[in-house]
Antibody, heavy 118, light 111 residues
């Protein structure tokens, strides 16, 4: 069974940093692209970042470019999102999501809440 | 990059059918999309991948009541024999080489 389990969310002040993790199991992690998708309270889904299976290709939404860094450790079956210079508008539930290369997202984690507030 | 447009809300009666629409922007009418369901308070769940031809492939465990179809730039999700648990937000998704895009979502109310 495919499982994606996010952790690392919490309350952080504007300008602060946070590192999210996603532990993957039930599939060959190193064969899949991975994504972070967020959802602000009461709002829709917003793609944040993608990383290819070997980390060769990395992409970001314009809203987080230069502040967020996606990475992965295939030996640990883990995906990460380093978030710096956080803003109030980054407040959201952050989901880890699996996607075969150049395919749709086919599995989602349960999400972790990030709240940016003073 | 592509843009996906969805109606903000839809409603239908218990046991009836409903057809939700996702429209691709000009120049992107051939794109493949996916449909995702998000029940209240839960994470999204993958429903299916839907091609411009109307061919679709559903995710594991998705009931037969869910089906997809296409016409031009429009991609449809049809839910038959509506159940109370189908009340949810439905999002379409598409992608290209360096980005993913979601529609704004349709909130489905089962009356």
């Amino acid at each position: 069974e495919v499982q994606l389990v996010e952790s690392g969310g919490g309350l952080v002040k504007p300008g602060g940093s946070l590192r999210l993790s996603c532990a993957a199991s039930g599939f060959t992690f190193s064969s899949y692209s991975m994504n972070w998708v967020r959802q602000a309270p009461g709002k829709g889904l917003e793609w944040v970042s993608s990383i290819s299976s070997s980390s060769s290709y990395i992409y970001y939404a314009d809203s987080v470019k230069g502040r967020f860094t996606i990475s992965r450790d295939n030996a640990k079956n883990s995906l990460y999102l380093q978030m710096n210079s956080l803003r109030a508008e980054d407040t959201a539930v952050y989901y880890c999501a699996r996607a075969p290369p150049l395919h749709d997202i086919d599995y989602w984690g349960q999400g972790t809440l990030v709240t940016v507030s003073s | 990059q592509p843009v996906l447009t969805q109606s903000s809300s839809a409603s239908a009666s218990l046991g009836s059918s409903v057809k939700l629409t996702c429209t691709l922007s000009s120049g992107h009418s051939s794109y493949i999309i996916a449909w995702h369901q998000q029940q209240p308070g839960k994470a999204p769940r993958y429903l299916m991948k839907l091609e411009g031809s109307g061919s679709y492939n559903k995710g594991s465990g998705v009931p037969d009541r869910f089906s997809g179809s296409s016409s031009g730039a429009d991609r449809y999700l049809t839910i038959s024999n509506l159940q109370s648990e189908d009340e949810a937000d439905y999002y379409c998704e598409t992608w290209d080489s360096n980005t993913r895009v979601f529609g704004g979502g349709t909130k489905l109310t089962v009356l």
